[in-house]
């Protein structure tokens, strides 16, 4: 049934829907783990809708429109019963947010309901910190870090403020700049896999700034970009872990870092 609701009411506590993402399901399953436990932790009442699949950003970014939309379609459906939806993925979050009313363009219905729902969907960090003004306490981690600004989740959706407001309450945490911080890493979804040349190239200059930011750990909010950055900071035999901010902000950074075994 199409989501007649006009401005969100919110029950309280708000009911989120928790959106997993494919790789947090796939490679990094602790990140969703850790993105369940901040939204708890910040008052809400949390499902994790089985019925779940990928947003269709793939599909999407590869010209094929047409699959993008029936994902889309099924990613309406599905979430569209929740005050809110989260993920810890500014490129996943983006596509629902920027790209589901271009994908549904030839169906006004289906276009308004992509927008209307939007408008309740949220990249995690931006949720935590913009809608729950929320705060984590009693989170230590006596190390330095630098945080890596993904592209969605920085032009699209605005996240650069939120992510270092929360990690500025991890006590004994020490930020470190990093140059290049705006600059795509390379992966860039499928454009990993069609110029793997240039993807190559650019996470080079990416590893070569972070080494020189000095930080013991790169954080980042979208585990896509932190894979590639880890497997080449691994490749080149750096000591830097990688890990992502919602882990940390969850007191799950003892685990280990994204490319390690476990």
Known sequence: MADSRGPLKPSTP?????FVTCL???IRPSVGFAT??????AGCQVEVPAQQTCCGQPAFNSGD????????RRFIE???PYDYVVAPSGSCVGMTRAHYPEALADDAAWAERARRLGERTFELMSFLADVMHFKPSGVTLATTATYHDSCSGLRELG??????????NVGGLEMKPLEGNDVCCGFGGTFCVKYPAISNAVVSEKAAAIERSGARLLLGGDLGCLVNMAGKLQRNGSPVRVYHAAEVLAGMADAPAIGEKE
């Open 78 to 80: 599905i979430f569209e």
């Open 36 to 41: 369940l436990k901040l939204l708890q932790d």
């Open 65 to 72: 429109t047409r699959d993008a939309a029936k994902l889309a």
């Open 14 to 18: 708000p009911r989120v829907a928790l």
């Open 159 to 168: 996240v650069y403020e939120q992510p270092r407001a929360l990690l500025g």
């Open 24 to 26: 947090a399901d796939a």
